[in-house]
């Protein structure tokens, strides 16, 4: 296996173990435009937050970060924290 070879075969590991760019590391911009706030669907679909908090969805972050001081929070991971 020559140089090249093996340097793509650990890009290709980095990519399936879906590891993040340190650009990722800071979260994800939620998509607050789709949602007419403060009207929310009541789906559980939960998103961590930045800030440490568990959404139940991406609209209620997006409607937390237009309600209080914290205007800023991004998803850092689908899911649970």
């Given at each position: 296996m020559n140089i090249w070879s093996a340097l793509g075969l650990l890009c290709l590991i980095f990519l399936a173990n879906g590891?993040?760019?340190?650009?990722?590391?800071?979260?994800?911009q939620p998509q607050c435009?789709?949602?007419?706030?403060?009207?929310?669907?009541?789906?559980?679909?939960?998103?961590?937050?930045?800030?440490?908090?568990?959404?139940?969805?991406?609209?209620?972050?997006?409607?937390?970060?237009?309600?209080g001081p914290k205007t800023d929070v991004l998803i850092k991971s689908r899911g649970a924290c």
């Open positions: 590891m993040t760019t340190a650009d990722d590391s800071q979260g994800e435009d789709q949602y007419t706030l403060p009207f929310c669907t009541r789906e559980y679909e939960p998103v961590c937050g930045t800030d440490g908090t568990i959404y139940s969805n991406e609209c209620m972050l997006c409607f937390a970060n237009s309600e």
